[in-house]
């Protein structure tokens, strides 16, 4: 049994798709890559929102940061 045949059996007890039927098995396993999707995809776009609103990130652009005429603002 190679490393990758252990993972998946390990993954089937562990959540304990072993004694599910195949068509139920994939079912799930869809269900938890949609899942999965929609966090990744959910995440990085909030990331990407929290880097984009990040006042350093508006220096690096050569944004003003708030400072007109070399006073604070």
Sequence with gaps: MNWVSR????YNVTMGLYMLDW???????????????FICYNGSRF?????????????MLGGNSGIVGGVPS
């Design 7 to 10: 993972k998946i059996h390990l």
């Design 47 to 59: 990331a990407s929102q929290i880097y984009n609103g990040h006042p350093m990130s508006k220096f």
């Design 23 to 37: 068509w139920e098995r994939y079912l799930f396993n869809i269900l938890i890559l949609v899942l999965l999707w």
